[in-house]
DNA sequence: TTGTACGCGTTATCAT
DNA sequence: ATGATAACGCGTACAA
């Protein structure tokens, strides 16, 4: 019923010339032969007569190149629903991606199947890859890059060579905190966005936490951290259990804005005031954290440009195609101070 | 350097067979032929040990198919990252379409470049397109459906027969709203999501609050209604502005949680109790409606299933490849009873 | 300046 | 039950 798409061959028969005229005028090959001004404009007028579009699979059969990068995330534990963050990460993908033809396959790992990263290059369907939510024991990827691949990881891959985008999490976070000491908090609670023993970022995080403590003479204690998963309700219970202590925190480093909200919520539940019974710290910057009550003093992460980075290095290492090591790319971070953060009440005194 | 991927000829040399015995095989080709045990096995473990894996491009140039599905959105003028609803139905589509080994190609209209919806289609990229955000000048994809693409949209297009996946936009709204009335509120305002003139999902929602009211016996008033733009900032100030007329609403009808988390700011600006002195009903039921301030009322959206409906949907118009007149798909909503709506304050008497 | 011919890796048809 | 062969549509070295 649809007539066939037409075929360079069409082309070629509608403008009267041959088939390797057509390529060379549509691929403005500047390998030194020339074409007539007359039969370039014929050809040009043809393909647009015609509605004529390459084909792809031919294209990139011939071309050894498939004009489609991959997008895979491991995160499969939590949904990527749950994560605001990943469609920031991958706007700024589409965008960096968009003006230079280049589509993008997106992927989620999943435990009963093959890894994505493995069939889409050994496919041909893609001629690189940005992946989140990497592990060590995706091992994969290391010998896929080994082989040339180009790889750009969205976060570090402790112990391996692969290139990423990332943030400093461990300094990130240690302002954060100090911004919390720097208020007169002595004991700050913490809870992570992750089980920090699986996630990185998770444990960087944690790291800055335990860092700000120490270089102002306080002790870390292990009592006082708590383990988020990526959303609100998470959140919700952790800070629930922190405000159970007798001894509890009068600030809180939360080390996700969704986490952070059910925190929030949490204090609300419990009765206790923020900022005044409570500080609390988020990090994302989130565009709701500015919108909640109070609004979110939060770690502001430049997530569009964490995909778009990661886009550019990619498409570079694939057009020049060499395995050149790309160093890694530390995007900065900035502390946005709101209302959710202040000193710490004087009960006693 | 990388050793060049084996081709089905590598593994017919490795198991000294042929190409054919070697993609009847692989491919569990049950068209009368049968090959013996012994060669079968002699295949499968070349395959493995070589590690093969068929070329898309080869397979997609022979078999006239892809194996992909294009998510296409012309939501340009808003940035799709601030579109968190997005996120949850592309989660659905490759849940959906993850055990099938079918992949997704995601993409975003540009005023400045082709229409992706194009030239995916005809660069024989994609076999099928789920496609978001379309408005009627978009002329392209009825062409392309009249050629027998297989095209599923989210949302109804109107004046068009393309099949769709959405909700009852209308009766969602007037039940939200009279939900409102119910309460006793008579001057209730309307936030839309986004300009009604110019996306379907605005205009009927308007709708529905408009008959929600006469339904009561209440009249229209334009008065109080704003335009949100899908973003919460859009609701701060389309409330503000609300709020600032003498004869203000008690109840507002919010056509999206992000947008309704803005004008819940703004009542807490301005100084107004919510749900005392202002009821508030949103739209989508996104997490975070659950973590607010007071917890939002809203209409709970089904965003993954419209995705995995969608991606169901357009799966069988391609095996089928019939362009079998799928009917429209409506899932339902329900509405979500939380704590920003109540009885307006009797001030007076 | 243009046309001819081959190959990219697969699958499907047809003999054997 | 298996193997040779053509074709999918394009790009390019080479010949004219």
Redesign the interface.
């Known amino acids: 019923?649809?007539p066939r798409?037409p075929t360079s061959h069409d082309v070629a028969r509608l403008a009267s010339v041959s088939r390797t005229t057509v390529s060379y005028v549509l691929n403005n090959s500047d390998s030194g032969i020339a074409i007539s001004e007359a039969t370039r404009q014929r050809v040009l007028d043809a393909a647009r007569d015609l509605?004529y579009?390459?084909?792809?699979?031919?294209r990139?059969?011939r071309r050894q190149r498939?004009g489609?990068v991959g997008l895979v995330t491991y995160d499969t534990s939590n949904?990527?629903?749950?994560?605001?963050f990943?469609?920031?990460v991958?706007?700024g993908v589409?965008s960096e991606l968009?003006?230079t033809g280049v589509?993008?396959?997106?992927?989620?790992a999943?435990d009963d199947?093959p890894d994505p990263c493995?069939?889409?290059v050994?496919?041909?369907?893609v001629d690189g890859l940005i992946v989140t939510g990497a592990r060590p024991e995706n091992t994969e990827l290391r010998v896929l890059h080994a082989?040339?691949?180009p790889i750009v990881l969205w976060g570090r891959l402790s112990g391996s060579d692969l290139p990423y985008v990332d943030i400093d999490n461990v300094a990130a976070a240690r302002t954060a905190v100090e911004h919390l000491l720097d208020l007169g908090h002595t004991r700050v609670g913490c809870i992570t966005n992750a089980p920090p023993l699986t996630d990185t970022a998770a444990a960087d995080r944690l790291e800055g936490f335990r860092s700000a403590l120490e270089s102002r003479g306080l002790s870390f204690e292990e009592s006082l951290v708590r383990s988020g998963h990526f959303?609100?309700r998470s959140g919700?219970s952790a800070m629930t259990s922190l405000l159970e202590r007798p001894d509890r925190p009068t600030a809180v480093f939360v080390a996700s804005d969704?986490v952070a909200?059910?925190a929030?919520?949490a204090a609300?539940i419990a009765g206790v005031r923020v900022p005044d019974d409570l500080a609390i710290v988020g990090f994302d910057d989130l565009?709701?954290a500015?919108?909640?009550?109070p609004a979110l003093t939060t770690v502001r992460v430049p997530?569009?440009e964490i995909g778009s980075v990661a886009a550019r290095v990619l498409l570079a290492a694939i057009s020049t195609s060499t395995?050149l090591r790309e160093p890694a790319q530390v995007l900065t971070t900035e502390l946005i101070v709101r209302d959710s953060s202040g000193p710490p009440q004087r009960l006693s005194g």
């Not at 500015?290 to 009550?293: D, N």
């Open positions: 019923m649809p798409s509605g579009h390459p084909n792809a699979a031919a990139s059969l498939a489609v949904r990527m629903g749950s994560n605001a990943m469609w920031l991958m706007d589409l968009g003006p589509r993008l396959i997106v992927e989620a999943s199947r493995v069939s889409l050994r496919e041909g369907h082989e040339g691949t959303d609100e919700l969704e909200l059910g929030l919520k609300k565009s709701i500015t919108f909640v009550e997530a569009g395995s």
